[in-house]
């Protein structure tokens, strides 16, 4: 995740998302510009778990801080260890937002991911697609990813 800006901020602030299946949404408090890694791994676990399957969302996270040129990047890994089964492998992707709070240096946030996961067993992968608008929304929709079945 990269943090950037074309001046110095004193009042952005950003949260993260994470939603594992269509119906949970969990997002972190509001978290300074310049959060330590050690906060937003705090934030990540503060997650909490999925009230209706009775699951963990998020135990097993490793967070690192670097600084670039203008702004930073935080390095999540999720899983790191082996002796814990919660959290290994491919995980959704998070999603960030960026509030300025009157500051004029352009702040972005993106998210991305650097490598895959590896689930043990090879346990198989599952997308979702949410289709959001603020109309009626009817009709169906098929999707195909290379060589999955219908």
């Known amino acids: 995740m990269r943090l950037l ?9 950003f949260t993260l998302s994470f939603s594992p299946s269509p119906t949970v949404k969990k997002e972190t408090s509001n978290l300074p510009w ?4 050690d906060l937003v791994r705090r934030e990540l676990l503060n997650l909490g778990w999925d009230e209706d399957d009775d699951a963990v969302l998020i135990s097993d996270v490793k967070v690192s801080r670097s600084t670039l040129a203008n702004g930073y990047q935080w390095t999540i890994t999720f899983g790191d260890n082996p002796d814990r089964p919660l959290n290994d492998g491919d995980q959704v992707s998070l999603s960030g937002s960026v509030v300025e709070n ?3 240096g352009s702040p972005t946030i993106s998210v991305a991911t650097s490598q895959d996961g590896v689930r043990a067993g090879g346990l198989n992968e599952v997308q979702y697609l949410q289709v959001m608008g603020t109309g009626t929304l009817s009709g169906q929709y098929r999707i195909k990813y290379s060589s999955s079945q219908w």
């Open 5 to 13: 800006y074309t001046s110095l901020l004193s009042q952005t602030t």
């Open 34 to 37: 310049n959060a330590s890694a």
């Open 102 to 104: 009157g500051d004029v």
